[in-house]
């Protein structure tokens, strides 16, 4: 059985406090975007091991038993005892992107297992497992446009449609820390609150979506905003880092030509429609 995780994006992220377990209060809107990794899994004759992971693509750090789909399988398994299964996991998603690649994985593979060995676990049951593998591994359940507030686990869906948009989402070859981005952000609530800026036009987005990450990110590596200012200046109606980065989308009217490139000749560019 197959499947394809994408990715979403950020539009808006609002750090508004730190909580006293540790973890920050946040306001944002997911939406989903066809970059997709390929996850596969059959059920494999292997006795001596629950979990054989084949992984192509781009590179993953970590162990492959620290992969999320092995995770999600775990997770699974503790309570179904499932049949041993072999996964094949072709990686296009970068990591360290912002873009929830991992978090996606997790909940496909959980989609996966739910529907390959007919468990009959509901929407909201897969959500309650997704979200104890990552704060917004939940979001890929349902994975529609989705406004979230909590710690990024609470979450309402949303009308939006961005239908005919094109994107262009670019990420440098920098690595940003999701803990580290958190820790140099000063809580507060926003002048315009992301619920009631996502109801504007897309064109006025510009001056009232605003990720809070972007203060803390961009001075600790300026190629992230020089890589935003120039979709701006190569006809991107509104452009953002996603999630802590490092990767940048820009959201191009209907019918406009992209960009050819943006940034040094190392950075991962997707091209695509909304
Ligand atoms: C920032 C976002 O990309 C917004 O979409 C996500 O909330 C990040 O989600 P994620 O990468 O799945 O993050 P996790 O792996 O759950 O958390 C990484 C670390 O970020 C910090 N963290 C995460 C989420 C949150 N609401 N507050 C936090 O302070 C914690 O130190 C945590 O240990
Ligand atoms: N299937 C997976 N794909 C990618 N990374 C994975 C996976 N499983 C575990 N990881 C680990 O998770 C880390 C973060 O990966 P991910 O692709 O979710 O990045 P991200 O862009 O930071 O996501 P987010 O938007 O949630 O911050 C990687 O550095 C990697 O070590």
Redesign the pocket.
């Known amino acids: 059985m197959l499947a394809f995780p994408n990715i979403?994006i950020?539009l808006g992220?609002s750090?508004t406090e730190?909580?006293p377990d540790?973890?920050?209060?946040?306001e944002?809107v997911?939406y989903p975007v066809a970059l997709e990794d390929a996850l596969e899994i059959r059920t494999s004759s292997e006795t001596e091991k629950k979990i054989t992971l084949h992984q192509y693509g781009m590179e993953i750090a970590g162990n492959p038993e620290d992969n999320l789909v092995a995770k999600a399988y775990s997770l699974l398994d503790k309570e179904f005892h499932l049949p041993p299964v072999e996964i094949h996991l072709y990686k296009h998603i970068p990591s360290g992107a912002?873009l929830?690649g991992?978090?996606s994985d997790a909940a496909f593979m959980l989609k996966l297992l739910n529907d390959h060995f007919q468990l009959e676990l509901s929407e909201e049951q897969l959500e309650v497992y997704a979200a104890t593998l990552?704060?917004?591994?939940a979001f890929f359940i349902k994975n529609k446009p989705t406004y979230?507030e909590?710690?990024?686990?609470l979450f309402s869906p949303i009308e939006l449609s961005l239908s005919g948009y094109q994107i262009m989402i670019v990420k440098p070859n920098v690595f940003v820390s999701?803990?580290e981005?958190?820790?140099n952000i000063h809580p507060h609530r926003p002048e315009y609150p992301v619920k009631e800026a996502i109801l504007r036009p897309v064109a006025e987005w510009k001056d009232i979506l605003i990720n809070d990450?972007e203060a803390s990110v961009f001075p600790q590596h300026p190629v992230i905003g020089e890589i935003k200012r120039e979709l701006y200046h190569q006809g991107a109606i509104y452009a953002s880092m996603?999630?802590?980065g490092s990767s940048v989308f820009g959201l191009f009217a209907p019918g406009t030509s992209l960009p050819e490139t943006i940034g040094e000749s190392d950075v991962f560019c997707f091209k695509g429609k909304l």
């Open positions: 979403k950020n992220l750090i730190k909580r540790g973890y920050h209060n946040l944002t997911f912002g929830g991992g978090s990552g704060a917004d591994c979230a909590g710690i990024g686990n999701t803990r981005a958190f820790s990450f996603s999630g802590s």
